[in-house]
Nanobody, 129 residues
């Protein structure tokens, strides 16, 4: 069983920066070229959960259009961690952010909520103007 633990959420003013981190533990990271993809999703109150960014163990990444140019996803295979650096934060970025993984390695599987097998507990990001 895989566990995901997020950290780094908080409150920030618009235009500010936050970096979220997620550590995978348990049955994860034993076959780096084929390890599962990792991704970030977010859900604001009253809205559906949406994809933010995803990355595979070869550092192929997919970034949602809404955050492209502002958010960067990175992965450390040795530490089984994935990070999301968020620059130029906007009010509309306020949401609960979830780390996620699929049982598959291709980055595309971590871009769709329907393909996710394990979710983290979430970390709250609040952007104020």
């Amino acid at each position: 069983q895989v566990q995901l633990a997020e950290s780094g959420g908080g409150s920030v003013e618009a235009g500010g920066t936050l970096t979220l981190s997620c550590a995978a533990s348990g049955d994860f990271g034993f076959d780096p070229p084929n390890d599962p993809c990792l991704g970030w999703f977010r859900q604001a109150p009253g809205k559906e959960r949406e994809h933010v960014a995803a990355i595979d163990s070869n550092n192929n990444a997919m970034i949602a259009d809404s955050v492209k140019g502002r958010f960067t996803i990175s992965r450390d295979n040795a530490k089984n961690t994935v990070s999301l650096q968020m620059n130029g934060l906007k009010n509309e970025d306020s949401a609960m952010y979830y780390c996620a993984t699929s049982k598959y390695s291709w980055v595309g599987y971590c871009r769709s909520a329907e393909s996710i097998d394990i979710w983290g507990q979430g970390t709250l990001v609040t952007v104020s103007s």
